[in-house]
């Protein structure tokens, strides 16, 4: 029999009845949230007509997501997990009831447009702190579920599933808010997270993983000093963040699609999920087809190419040259994301999990935000194209200055 990565072996192997309860409630919370930044950037372009605003939006989620990571990893490895990502998701519900309120005609017809705009930052601001809980907490609780030699592939099949749910929110708030309404378009947003909290609830909770009894400063400086021994981990996660600092053209989409692309927020909605169409589809070849040996100047070669394509989207006035562009950009990425998600699971052991997927959120997830507003504030100084131009260059420059002074990370195998 052929020792081939199937995706039907991955799934014969590694799903039980708590696995799948758990996949299904995560694509479709996924879903609800990737339809979100569609929506939420589209509204606030049409109102204000500022790409700085489109920054503030980053920045607004950055500030607490930033903020609360480390001590959030803490609470997470402390904490009954099942009970925590339940308290989240419900208030997740609640914010996104808030932003159908506040994007709504009702509030535009009533409330001044600087009262709309910092409504819009205020919710956001409580997703990120939200955020800062959610993704160490979904991360540390999937590890519970399967059993220990199942695990990366049940990281595979997770990594596959909230990239189907990436996809496929954005083009459908795209699709909602070119022939319908916001209102109308938000209002599926929190039936999924809504329906994602109840089935979540058909999974047991688990044992807590960590019983430290130590200050909530002392684990984070523990989960800090574990990420800087591991060269090849920090290497890693330095190299995305720097990349996805100065590649954040995504957050100038809403701007490229109305003033340059002339697509609508249909046109919006396919160029936001071409990356993550593009993750998919290198993730899904990667899980068949592993990486064998040299992943470290791997890595290096396809976030040039992620810098390459950022340069291609800025220069394109075609639809379809921008949408390959980012779904190429998305391919390069999905390969880092399997080369970074690999070395996490190889190097952290259990009871860390959720202290280095704090620091983990800092480095890279947080960096998409504070990408979000750097483009903001670059788009205002230097004009929308240059500064994407700019961006790419940029994350070409990392490469280099990484490929020479990380040797180790370049000749990073495993």
Known sequence: MSDRFSIKNIFSTVINKEFTWFITA????????????????????????????????????????????LPAGVKVDRSNKHRLISICIAIYFFLMLGMLLVTSQWMQDNYSRSIIEWSIYGLVFGTGAVRAYTGS??????????????????????????????VAGPAIAGLLMGYTNITIAFTPVCVLIGIAFFLFQRIKPKQVSWQ???????????????????????????????????????ALLPAFANDILHVGPQGLGWLVAATYLGNFVAIAWLTSHPLKGKQGKTLLYVVAGFGLCILVFAISQNFWLSFFALFAGGLFDGVSVIIRGTVVQLFVPDEMRGRVSSVNSIFINSSNELGQFESGVAATAMGMVPSVIFGGCMTLLVVIITWFKAPGLRKFEY
Request: no cysteine.
């Open 137 to 166: 907490a979904f991360n540390a609780f999937l590890a519970q579920l399967v059993p220990q030699n199942s695990l990366v592939k049940a990281v595979s099949i997770n990594s596959m599933v909230w990239l189907v749910a990436a």
């Open 26 to 69: 995560r694509i479709l919370f996924i879903a609800g949230l990737r339809m979100t930044p569609v929506l939420l950037g589209w509204r606030l372009y049409e109102i204000t007509g500022s790409k700085l605003a489109l920054g503030f939006l980053g920045l607004s989620e950055v500030i607490p997501a930033i903020a609360l990571a």
């Open 212 to 250: 430290g009894n130590s200050k909530t400063w002392d684990g984070v400086k523990d989960g800090l000093r574990f990420v800087f021994k591991q060269k090849a981990l920090l290497g890693a996660m330095s190299l995305d963040m720097f990349a996805v600092l100065f590649g954040g053209a995504v």
